[in-house]
C-alpha cells in the first residue's frame, strides 16, 4: 500500500490499513497461510517477478505483515520498511546485509545488550572491527568516524542510563565520510523521534516493546530508503520472517501507540521528578530532567521523553532486594515498553548477556534500577514508590 501522510496518531491507526481487505473486513485479517497459489503459470511468474502484486510464500511476504511494514514505514516518515522476528534480528540483518569484512563500524558503548554481543564476538569473527565511543563524548564519535567507517550505528536514548546522543550532528560527520547511519529507535518510538528526518538512514525497533506495547508479540522492523531496505529485505527473505499472528498483535497494539506513548511520557517525567527529591534515591536517568547532561539535545530532537527511566538507590543491590519485590504495580520482568509498568535490574534485564566488568566499563551500577513507566494512573505508581521506599526508612 502506498505510503499515508497524516498526523502520527492517525497514522498509528490507518497505516497499512486503509485498503480493501478481504472480505471487507474492517480489521486486517490474520492470513497464516504458507504459500499462495495461482490458477496460470503467467499471472504466478508476473507475481513471483515482482511484476504484479501479490504474495508467493510467506518467508518473502505475506499480507498481515505487510499491513505491519507498511504501518511503521509511515509512523516513521520512511520510503520503506520490512519486518523481522525480532528486534535482535532486525539489528544483525541489517548488520550482516551491510557490511562486508575489512568494513569499519563505529558506535557506543551504551548499546543494548544483545547488539553490545553482535559488536564484540560475532562481527570480529567475520572480519568487521568495531570501535565503541564514549556515548555521551560526540567529539570523540566525530574523530573515530574521520578515521574511517563504514556504518555509525547508534541507539538514543540509551538501555538503561538514558543518554542522549545527537543524531543531526553525527549524521553530518557520518555522511562527509560516506559511512551510512542507524538508529534503535525502540525507546523514543516515532511518536517522540523521528531519526530519518534528522539525518539517519535506517531506523531499527524492536517492535516487541512499545510498538506492540501488550507484551505479547515479538518482532523487529527496519525503516529506510526503498534502495536500503532492498537490501536488508533480501538479507531477511532468506533468514526468516515475522509470523503473521505476531504482525496481528503487533498492529492492533499500534493502534494506541500515540496514546500509551502521550500518557507515558508525562508519568515518567511526574515520576522522575518525584524521584528526585527522594531520599533514598541516589540518581535518576531521564532525558526530561533539567539537569540530565543531555537535556538541550533531548529537547531539540524529541517531542517527548519516553516512558523509560532508570534509578539508583542509596545501599544498592541489597536495597534493591528489598524494595522491588514490594512493588504492587509493577512486573519484575526482562521488558520494557507495555502497558504495565516493569521494573528490574540491568544486571537481570538489558545487560544479563554482559559481565560484571563489562557493566562496570558502561557505567551501570549494580544497584541500577531499569522502570519502565506503564499507562496506570501515574498517582497510583508513585503512591507505590512511595509505599516500597519506606522499608527503607
Ligand atoms: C533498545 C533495544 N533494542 C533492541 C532490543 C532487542 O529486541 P528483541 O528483544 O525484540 O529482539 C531491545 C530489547 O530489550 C532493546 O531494548
Not at 504474495?55 to 507498511?70: C, G, K
Not at 538501555?159 to 560516506?178: F, M, Q, S, Y
Not at 531477511?236 to 503473521?244: C, D, F, H, T, Y
Request: net charge negative; charged share 20%; proline share 5%.
Amino acid at each position: 500500500m502506498s505510503p499515508l501522510k497524516a498526523q502520527p496518531a492517525t497514522l498509528a491507526v490507518w497505516g497499512g490499513e486503509t485498503g480493501p481487505s478481504y472480505e471487507h473486513a474492517t480489521q486486517v485479517p490474520v492470513v497464516h497461510s504458507v504459500s499462495f497459489g495461482y490458477e496460470d503459470l503467467d499471472t504466478w511468474e508476473a507475481v513471483a517477478l515482482g511484476r504484479a502484486p501479490g504474495h508467493i510464500y510467506s518467508r518473502n511476504s505475506n499480507p498481515t505483515v505487510r499491513a505491519f511494514e507498511d504501518k511503521i514505514r509511515d509512523l516513521e516518515a520512511a520510503e520503506a520498511a520490512t519486518s523481522f522476528s525480532s528486534g535482535m534480528a532486525a539489528i544483525s540483518a541489517t548488520l550482516f546485509a551491510l557490511l562486508r569484512p575489512g568494513d569499519r563500524v563505529v558506535s557506543i558503548k551504551d548499546s543494548y545488550g544483545g547488539t553490545h554481543k553482535l559488536f564484540m564476538e560475532f562481527l570480529p569473527a567475520f572480519g568487521i572491527q568495531v570501535q565503541l565511543c564514549e556515548t555521551a563524548n560526540a567529539a570523540q564519535i566525530e574523530t573515530e568516524i574521520a578515521r574511517g567507517c563504514r556504518l555509525l550505528y547508534l541507539e538514543t536514548p540509551t538501555n538503561p542510563t538514558a543518554k542522549v546522543i545527537d543524531i543531526a550532528r553525527l549524521a553530518r560527520a557520518a555522511h562527509a565520510c560516506g559511512a551510512l547511519v542507524a538508529v534503535d529507535n525502540t525507546f523514543a518510538t516515532p511518536i517522540n523521534q523521528q531519526p530519518l528526518q534528522l539525518g539517519a538512514d535506517i531506523v531499527l525497533h524492536s517492535a516487541t516493546k512499545y510498538l506492540g506495547g501488550h507484551a505479547d508479540a515479538l518482532g523487529g522492523a527496519a525503516c529506510g530508503s526503498s534502495a536500503l531496505i532492498k537490501r536488508l529485505f533480501h538479507f531477511r527473505e532468506i533468514n526468516g520472517a515475522l509470523s503473521p499472528m505476531d504482525a496481528y498483535h503487533l498492529l492492533r497494539g499500534m493502534k494506541t501507540l500515540a496514546l500509551r506513548i502521550e500518557r507515558q511520557n508525562a508519568s515518567a517525567l511526574s515520576i522522575a521528578h518525584w524521584l528526585e527529591r527522594h531520599p533514598h534515591i541516589e540518581q535518576v536517568n531521564y532525558p526530561g530532567l533539567e539537569r540530565h547532561p543531555q537535556h538541550a539535545i533531548a529537547r531539540s530532537q524529541m517531542r517527548g521523553f519516553g516512558g523509560m527511566l532508570s534509578f539508583s538507590v542509596r545501599g544498592g543491590l541489597e536495597a534493591i532486594k528489598v524494595i522491588l519485590p514490594r512493588l504492587r504495580f509493577a512486573h519484575r520482568a526482562a521488558n520494557l515498553g507495555c502497558v504495565e509498568t516493569v521494573v528490574g535490574p540491568p544486571l537481570l534485564t538489558s545487560h544479563v548477556e554482559c559481565s560484571a566488568e563489562e557493566r562496570a566499563a558502561a557505567g551501570i551500577p549494580e544497584g541500577l534500577v531499569r522502570y519502565s513507566t506503564g499507562i496506570e494512573a501515574v498517582s497510583d505508581l508513585i503512591a507505590d514508590l512511595e509505599q516500597a521506599l519506606r522499608a527503607l526508612d
